[in-house]
């Protein structure tokens, strides 16, 4: 006999829990179709960041213009839209 629980000796250790225990294991696990909001957010910042001051340096380059401040309302609004755009 093996040390290693078979899915039927596993799935009963399971109907045998209480229901309070159950639960507390359901909410645990994440659903794999669900979206971590605050990371995608915080990428999404990230980007929005970095691709303004990309556009400056373009900016800079080819028409010697100079950069103005980044504000990090733009920047939010800036991720917000494309927060908005991927998960509708």
Not at 24 to 50: G, H, I, M, R, W
């Amino acid at each position: 006999m093996s040390d290693q629980p078979t899915i039927e000796e596993f799935a009963q250790a399971l109907e045998d829990l209480p229901p309070e225990f159950r639960a507390q294991l359901a909410s645990a696990v994440q659903q794999p179709n669900e979206t971590d909001t605050v990371a995608l957010k915080l990428e999404l910042v990230k980007f929005t960041s970095e691709l303004r001051k990309h556009n400056q340096a373009i900016d800079w380059e080819t028409n010697k213009q100079r950069p103005k401040k980044i504000s990090i309302e733009d920047v939010v609004n800036d991720a917000q839209k494309l927060f908005d755009f991927i998960v509708e």
